[in-house]
């Protein structure tokens, strides 16, 4: 099974930056795809970007266009989030997840096609 870890998360004022790191252990991540999911109180969980397990692919929200970045290192076994130009509606609980799809399929955004979660890592943008 799939073990995952975030850390990075913190309180960052509006227009600040954070990056978001996903380990990885106890199965073959090259097979995985990799997504990062948020829940704010109250809130349903939101897919937020997503990455294939060949790297090649990237989907993400519209709400985060042109402000966060996914990338994977397979040499560490891990994710990366970079989040640019924060703002208060970013503040939320931040998860990764994965599901074994090998190759360059787009990965979905939607919670229930993954299996393996991380226990999430909190974002406040707050000034």
Known sequence: ?????????????PGGSLKLSCATSGAS?????IGWFRQAPGMEREGVLCI????????????VKGRFTISRDDAKNTV??????????DT???YC??????GPF???????TYDYWGQ????????
């Open 1 to 13: 099974q799939l073990q995952l870890v975030e850390s990075g998360g913190g309180l960052v004022q």
């Open 29 to 33: 991540f090259e097979f995985f795809r």
């Open 92 to 94: 939320a609980v931040y």
């Open 106 to 112: 787009l990965c979905p955004l939607d919670s229930r």
């Open 52 to 63: 294939s397990s060949n790297g090649e692919r990237t989907n993400f929200a519209d709400s």
């Open 120 to 127: 999430g890592t909190q974002v406040t943008v707050s000034s």
């Open 97 to 102: 997840a994965g599901h074994p799809v090998p």
């Open 80 to 89: 990366y989030l970079q989040m640019n130009s924060l703002k208060p509606e």
